[in-house]
């Protein structure tokens, strides 16, 4: 099966990147199942209903999230009609509207998407590698194929995920970090792992936020508020996987870049 | 001026993989400078004067430190002396020992190698911005091309640094995540920027230490001694650049990877 | 019901402060339940099985733990066996050895002693507030009385634990922070509660640890062997309650500290 | 000399309990310079110009600030000009508006008010030991006493500072925590020590803010808006001094709290 993962769309510029390029990445890759986060596509911060189905009608088959899942105000009356958007599957399930997973049947192959959260520098949820066994047990023997996007701060959280979950899914891909990660590869098992998929947005600042307001933060230590412009030269980032749907293992995993100075090739 | 740096050497297997690579990378890139991160070195911990020696033994003409420059008691007993050396410049000038910055001179070029470590997420040191500002005034008058290694942890502190100083160095180039990131640009002022360049180590570990060790200290929280294999599957990381001492900017930054899944291509 | 809690032990200067002050307090206050925090009475760091003999040899019921549970590698052969002992019970249970709460009956009455743990800025364990409500509920048909030792850092997660428990138990008592806080109150429901009782060790030192270290760390950032010293001027800091068993709440709390400006009064 | 300091004033409910028991406390305790933390009387995030008046009519002679210095934007309208207001000392010098010290002359004796602010798990700004040293080392020819609001997370950088300021320093109190400790003390070489001073506002609340939310955020870890109440019971806390100008330490430290618990006693 032929994926496509598109990593953190982020604001207009996000938006506009996605609806320009997802259909010529889809012709140059011609994928069965695509997945974008979202986390960041309303302002930088948060989903609303609208953009949720922009992603959707732009050709996305899922919707991930991560920790800016519920920023805005709106996504809690919505989420949990969105059957196609997982958010981490690791907040705490008493209290967490929404689904940590999903599934997508493509012709007769049924792929698992889940969506967990690191916990090293960000919020104190649930226990990510104990949430990833217990739905990895639920769901190996309802799916051909389990794709996880870990969001997570570190390098290493990210990689002791990979490396746990290392043949028992087809895919670990990492997201929240916004910058691509160059050690795309299939781990010994057969999983398709990458630290970072980097995001979709502006170019020209720091992580999809104006740059002048984040240097001026670190400089001065004073309140500012940060906002991701809406006009600018964008970026997407993300990869193309192959995944092999007899093993549950992956093939092929290929990240790609589309910024002015790597411009797209068909 | 071509300019080789390699990223944080990890133990035994790191020691093996530049002493291995180097001298290659060098008839491959044909450097004028070799700088080499060596602040894991040391059984991933620190550098001792016998494997600082071997650095420079390597080929290496600089060697940059970070967040681990002091772990062995034995570089207080060298630090003052080793001329090659530089340990982040925003620890407390009263109390540390060694340098923040050295000058090289190569032909008639004076390249100012700087080192910086971050703040978010690790130790509170002074701030890097200031600092940096600080000895960029300083070295200007005194150097054609000035070189930036900022180890930091975050992907935004690091981006911040980078556009800060864009047009007054000619490279900053991060360390510490051991993950080589995949968004190499030179920026519109002239400053060649990479987020990290990886490590320089074992290659199916976490960031170079047993993986079995960091997963069960991620799914225990008990206290897990954690190590660096000194045998198995390495990896090389680095990046080439080309750098204008007329203009004091940057004309080319390309990353390197060396492993199994990526051999050494002449 | 009279209870004694008393703080973090540290060391040589702990022992010797809770095995002389623990029988004077004893024939002041003439507790029922004695119970001790012992998580630093090794060195400043975890416990062996000598040192919790020790700590029951003195007088104590209970001794309860915290982040430094695990210090001592020693606690893996016995903390199965030391049905006196608990560690925070918000472990991961798939993984932990130990319990997280203990029962002890005092003539009639059922005494439930939990310990948990914080996760702010601390490790990132499983849930305090939900362990709280799955033992309260496991534990209140069995209990007459329940005891909770929330080791936690921060004042703001203290307070939302005592006000999240309050009426459904009969106290929560904070430590780690090893300074005795001054706001010992019951609350509308019923529930004694103090942000912190203090702890029990050196008392011109830094939380116990040799202070010119601690200082030296600050100033330098450079790596720094913590001690605890061996002789010296100790403290003892803790409270007594008064609990009424016929309504699981609390009559009365009175901290109280010993210390070369504060003398122990009969 | 005869001081008064009272902790973090909290919004509204703080201002009314600053305004009624201020005057109280000076009949009680007679003060010749009164002083008052200020970060958080504007609905529990800053100060604005009407309420730093409000605090000085009531009675104070300096107000002090901590991390919430700048949240209201109007402060950047008037710090320059407040002359009786100072803001931790240890933000960057270059880009802060506001002044770290002042000096306050009574009858014949000039005190030097400094604040400080802590780096551990707060925002990494200059080094508070390093400031101190300067700002002692300043000070010390034109004062007769210096005190300091040491505003810090952690028991640990409190009690570090209060050692390495021992005998240079008449006071060293601390804040930030909200809730008062129990261990004031003179140190050996004559500094008042007080870990912290608590807070000024309501009493029923976890730090001042509404405490269903700040619980529903540990339960949830979902986006909530916190905000301290308008009304309610209240609580003051702070601390009486005697230092000596002749020698330039303290002869007396008596803290004190005032709450439904605690009625004022004349
Ligand atoms: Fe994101
Ligand atoms: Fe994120
Ligand atoms: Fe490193
Ligand atoms: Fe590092
Ligand atoms: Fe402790
Ligand atoms: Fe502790
Ligand atoms: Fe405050
Ligand atoms: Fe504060």
């Known amino acids: 099966m032929r994926v496509i993962f598109i990593g953190d769309v982020m604001g207009e510029i996000g938006q506009t990147m996605l609806t320009t390029y997802l259909p010529k990445l889809k012709s140059k890759y011609r994928p069965q199942l695509t997945i974008v986060n979202g986390e960041n596509i309303a302002s930088g911060k948060g989903i609303t209903r609208p953009l949720y189905k922009l992603i959707l009608q732009a050709g996305a088959d899922v919707v991930t999230m991560g920790n800016h899942t519920f920023d805005k105000q709106e996504i809690f009356e919505f989420i949990d009609e969105a059957k196609k958007l997982v958010r981490p599957a690791n907040y705490p399930a008493a209290t967490t509207p929404g ?69 028992r899914v087809a895919a670990v891909i990492g997201t929240h970090t916004h910058v691509q990660t160059n050690d795309a590869r299939i781990l010994p098992k057969g999983t398709a792992y990458l630290t970072d998929a980097g995001m979709t947005g502006p170019y020209n600042e720091i992580l999809g936020m104006n740059k002048d307001r984040v240097i001026e933060k670190f400089r001065t230590n004073l309140p500012v508020r940060f906002e991701t412009p809406k006009s600018g030269p964008g970026q997407l980032n993300g990869c193309y996987f192959e995944l092999d749907e007899k093993t549950g293992r992956a093939r092929k995993l290929q990240p790609f870049s589309i910024n002015p100075d790597r411009p797209f090739l068909e």
């Open 99 to 167: 689904q940590g997973y999903t599934l997508v049947k493509i012709n007769q192959v049924v792929v698992g998407v889940i969506n967990l959260q690191g916990r090293v520098f960000i919020n104190p949820i649930d226990d990510p590698f104990a949430k990833a066994d217990e739905l990895v047990k639920q769901l190996q023997d309802k799916c051909d194929l389990i794709f996880v996007d870990f969001h997570a701060e570190t390098t290493s959280e990210k990689l002791a995920m990979a490396w746990y979950l290392d043949g």
